[in-house]
């Protein structure tokens, strides 16, 4: 049983937390100048980590060679204290300049990250950091070349030794702070979401490029502030400090951590930048035994320091659960009437290639109505779907709303007219709470900045009980508030599908788009799914229901579409549908 099961959650989440705190704040106490020079590496090294932290863990993305951060940090706070360039500035302001820098350059490195993805993008960062270094050994005028230029030296209150090491810490404290904010706000639960699950977070109203924009602002400006703090821990900085084994500690600490957490990758940054200074004899191994601990940590802690952290997620499920929809919240839940009420596809065409997926499509969604879209395998179902929903570009035709043309748009675009959907495969983020899964189909709706969730002002809080009412409106409204804490993995198949329809419906939709909903559920199952999808329209919501059960599909459709080879087989009635000779012949069988 986990030691602080008896106390409140918040406080048992916090219990860490004071831990750490209290040990640094007394750590001064003991009077040892070495053990107090490791513990500022370690904080300087943590506030480096903690930007980095959003991108890596949070946003998956490969960023091995963040040190450039450190680098212009050290140089830019040096070089304005020193007064090479200019009169000599005041070393808390050069430090704060050094976070500038620090930010404008995260950006410049982070904008192919838009593009490139994986091993592409962490070879660009390799890249940026080999050219840091070259630059700060050619521009000898200003940051001395090989021979180096001295470090800041901050006066009073934080003045070199336990002044400075408190420095360090209440920065370090900061920056925990602040990507706490964001990794719980509904910016941490997107960045996770475009990390595991783009298409669906996408889907919600989630626009990538920005989000990455304003994390790779956080990242750099962090970084360039560890810079100057580093560069005053050393004394005098030369471009030989900033190797590449530092890239590889900071990178492997956050996997070491934990993806998404924020207190694994804390101590896995104090764990590897304790660890060479009291086993001095195997510093030249660094980076082998750095390669080592993560391939120990991903064999047999795959979820790093967190996962071992977690308690709560190890205790036994009920085997026999029962998913129990209450149709009777959905007024609730979604809030208001659909603002629009009409969709129409006209002459809708996509082709790849010589292939032909949608060949003139005609369709008309309308509010308060199931229409259900049935075919046989590549018939052009999902592909009909995605198009509505914006992953696909048409080749010819047109999409209206309520007889306005639809631009083609990107799908968090399409998500701003209230187009939810749910896809063939269930999307989820499954390091992740039911509840915050869900949560993430409400990201559009909040209405706090990044600067409000940063500092988590008023507005920010006012969103996130906001949300997390709401998610748990819609989760009751699924049947499942009772799984709202677990791991979205560990969840069953079913459990999923109906989690979809509730991160959709967290939405608000006006349209609601399902991709095969039924595959894999039980006979009940797909009657109380039948039941709520008819209840969902019953609100005004229309939905457009791609499915293989044709009971289903005949039990609560008003309409029904049947596409064959990409082309309108039939339309109609479910009545008149079951008794079309072509459907019956290509689809329906005998």
Known sequence: MNGVAWLPPRLAGSMPWLALGLVALLLPLFDDAYIGVIAQRAFIYWILSAGLNLLVGFAG??????????????????????????????????????????AVFGVIVGLPALRLRTFYFAMTTLGFATITTQVALAWKSVTGGGVGTPGPVFPWPFEPGWGFYYLCFLLAALATWMTANIGASRY?????????????????????????????????????VAGGLFASLQ???????????????????????????????????????????????????????????????????PGGLAALLDFSNRRPLAKHREILPRPGLLREV?????????????????????????????????????????????????????????????????????????ATEAPPRRAAHRIARTFQTPRLIGDVSVLANV?????????????????????????????????????????????????????????????????????????LLLDEPAAGLSAEEIRRL???????????????LVEHHADLIF???????????????????????????????????A
């Open 61 to 102: 993305q490969i960023a091995i060679g963040w040190v450039p951060m450190l680098t212009l940090g050290a140089y830019t706070t040096a070089v304005l204290t020193a007064g090479t360039v200019t009169e000599p500035w005041n070393p808390y302001l050069a430090l704060a300049a050094g976070g500038v820098v620090g």
């Open 555 to 589: 039990d609560i459709c008003d309409r029904v579409t049947v596409l064959n080879l990409g082309k309108v087989l039939a339309a109609g009635t479910p009545a008149e549908i079951r008794s079309h000779r072509e459907v019956v012949s290509a689809y329906l069988g």
């Open 334 to 406: 979604l809030g208001r009437s659909p603002t629009a009420q009409h969709l129409e596809l006209r002459g809708i065409a996509l082709h790849f290639g010589g292939v032909r997926a949608i060949d003139g499509l005609d369709l008309d969604i309308k509010g308060g109505e199931v229409h259900g879209l049935i075919g046989p395998n590549g018939s052009g179902k999902t592909t009909t779907l995605n198009v509505i929903s914006g992953y696909y570009r048409p080749t010819a035709g047109a999409l209206s709303l309520d007889g306005a043309i639809l």
């Open 530 to 544: 039948g039941a709520l999808i008819k209840a969902i329209s019953r609100e005004g919501v229309a939905v457009l």
């Open 188 to 224: 941490g639960r997107a960045l996770i979401a475009l990390r595991d699950a783009e298409v669906a977070a996408e889907a919600s109203g989630i626009a990538k490029p920005r989000l990455l924009v304003l994390i790779f602002l956080l990242a750099g400006a962090l970084g360039g």
């Open 439 to 511: 949560m993430i189909g409400g990201t559009l709706d909040g209405r706090a900045s990044f600067v409000e969730a940063l500092l988590t002002l008023p507005r920010h809080r006012q969103d996130e009980v906001a949300l997390r009412r709401a998610a748990r409106q819609a989760l009751a409204a699924v049947g499942l508030e009772a799984l709202a804490e677990v791991r979205a993995d560990r969840l069953q198949h079913s459990e999923l599908r109906f989690m979809e329809i509730a991160r959709a419906l967290m939405l608000h939709p006006a349209f």
């Open 235 to 301: 004394s005098y900085i030369t471009p030989d400090a900033f190797t590449f084994e530092m890239s590889v500690l900071f990178f492997i600490a956050i996997l070491i951590g934990g993806r998404g957490s924020i207190l694994g990758p804390v101590l896995g940054t104090i764990i590897l930048t304790a660890l060479p200074e009291f086993a001095a004899p195997l510093v030249q191994w660094s980076t082998f035994l750095y390669a080592a601990l993560l391939l120990l940590i991903v064999l047999l802690i």
